[in-house]
């Protein structure tokens, strides 16, 4: 595969990425999409809020569209692979991809980043034996499911009583757990609890439960909450490390600045989904994103102003 040429190397096979791929196959783009295999939300068992596949499961997801972009022979795949590097050229970018090293270069005219970002869990003990059962990181997605019960928001950030107001519209019965941090100061404690949240700061020493499924939640100071479910608030980063030779501009948090359009400050580079900007991370924003994004692509390339 060494230096074989396409219009758009796409790296990302998530709803963003894969969504792009399908609009610029169809469009008549040569695409190389590129894909860890690695997808963040691998712990959970089913997705919500994904028009007409409500409750499908996210490897299924991926796998149907994974099925239909089979029948573009101008769009290859190509799994369990990362890119390990890009640089510039003088018709685009060299790409150096293959599995735990380098193994081959492709050209492409234009790139789009689609790789999401990284979740960094609080520091709770047994946290990842929950997740994606009964405990989950999007409210939009899961909220719905865990309406009315006994629920937990676990975090450490700085947004975190955004969250449990947030939260709050879906149960009468949560509450907050910092963990020990100091991340919600007293009048916004007495905020909280005058809206029926309870705050509890002792850091947390077990979380309960079998199979996934938590029960309840003990902290160091010896109390124990009764708990059916809840949220996590992680930390997320972007892996940019390999745009060294033509990094972007990115923002305080580290995510990649776009414009409107999905473009970065390199020309011929893009992204979209959650490596682009913070906002709802639902997977059908990020394959709208994808879609939004290959139009760009395609009006680029040939010159034409877009209004996307």
């Given at each position: 595969?060494?230096?074989?040429?396409?219009?758009?190397?796409?790296?990302?096979?998530?709803?963003?990425?894969?969504?792009?791929?399908?609009?610029?196959?169809?469009?008549?783009?040569?695409?190389?999409?590129?894909?860890?295999?690695?997808?963040?939300?691998?712990?959970?068992?089913?997705?919500?809020?994904?028009?007409?596949?409500?409750?499908?499961?996210?490897?299924?997801?991926?796998?149907?569209?994974?099925?239909?972009?089979?029948?573009?022979?101008?769009?290859?795949?190509?799994?369990?692979?990362?890119?390990?590097?890009?640089?510039?050229?003088?018709?685009?970018?060299?790409?150096?991809?293959?599995?735990?090293?380098?193994?081959?270069?492709?050209?492409?005219?234009?790139?789009?980043?689609?790789?999401?970002?990284?979740?960094?869990?609080?520091?709770?003990?047994?946290?990842?034996?929950?997740?994606?059962?009964?405990?989950?990181?999007?409210?939009?997605?899961?909220?719905?499911?865990?309406?009315?019960?006994?629920?937990?928001?676990?975090?450490?950030?700085?947004?975190?009583?955004?969250?449990?107001?947030?939260?709050?519209?879906?149960?009468?019965?949560?509450?907050?757990?910092?963990?020990?941090?100091?991340?919600?100061?007293?009048?916004?404690?007495?905020?909280?609890?005058?809206?029926?949240?309870?705050?509890?700061?002792?850091?947390?020493?077990?979380?309960?439960?079998?199979?996934?499924?938590?029960?309840?939640?003990?902290?160091?100071?010896?109390?124990?909450?009764?708990?059916?479910?809840?949220?996590?608030?992680?930390?997320?980063?972007?892996?940019?490390?390999?745009?060294?030779?033509?990094?972007?501009?990115?923002?305080?948090?580290?995510?990649?600045?776009?414009?409107?359009?999905?473009?970065?400050?390199?020309?011929?580079?893009?992204?979209?989904?959650?490596?682009?900007?913070?906002?709802?991370?639902?997977?059908?924003?990020?394959?709208?994103?994808?879609?939004?994004v290959a139009a760009v692509i395609v009006h680029d390339t040939l010159g034409v102003t877009t209004t996307h």
């Amino acid at each position: 595969m060494t230096d074989p040429e396409y219009d758009v190397l796409i790296v990302g096979g998530g709803p963003a990425g894969l969504s792009a791929a399908l609009n610029l196959g169809r469009a008549l783009m040569r695409v190389l999409l590129i894909d860890a295999d690695r997808p963040r939300n691998a712990a959970t068992l089913v997705s919500h809020g994904f028009l007409t596949r409500d409750g499908v499961s996210p490897h299924e997801l991926r796998r149907l569209a994974r099925e239909e972009l089979a029948g573009y022979p101008n769009v290859v795949i190509r799994t369990r692979r990362r890119v390990f590097g890009i640089a510039a050229a003088a018709d685009g970018f060299l790409a150096e991809v293959g599995r735990r090293e380098p193994t081959d270069v492709v050209r492409a005219r234009a790139v789009l980043l689609a790789t999401g970002v990284r979740e960094q869990l609080p520091d709770v003990p047994n946290l990842r034996g929950f997740y994606g059962v009964s405990l989950f990181s999007c409210v939009a997605c899961d909220a719905w499911d865990l309406r009315e019960k006994s629920l937990a928001l676990i975090g450490e950030s700085a947004d975190l009583v955004a969250r449990a107001r947030l939260i709050a519209r879906w149960t009468s019965r949560l509450t907050v757990f910092t963990h020990g941090s100091a991340v919600i100061g007293p009048d916004e404690e007495a905020e909280l609890i005058a809206q029926g949240i309870a705050v509890e700061r002792s850091p947390i020493v077990e979380l309960r439960g079998e199979r996934g499924v938590i029960t309840g939640i003990r902290v160091a100071d010896g109390g124990d909450h009764a708990i059916d479910g809840g949220f996590v608030q992680p930390q997320w980063d972007a892996e940019l490390a390999y745009l060294r030779e033509v990094m972007p501009d990115i923002d305080e948090d580290g995510h990649l600045i776009v414009d409107r359009s999905g473009r970065t400050s390199r020309s011929g580079l893009y992204a979209a989904g959650d490596i682009a900007a913070p906002g709802p991370q639902q997977l059908v924003v990020a394959a709208g994103a994808g879609a939004r994004v290959a139009a760009v692509i395609v009006h680029d390339t040939l010159g034409v102003t877009t209004t996307h």
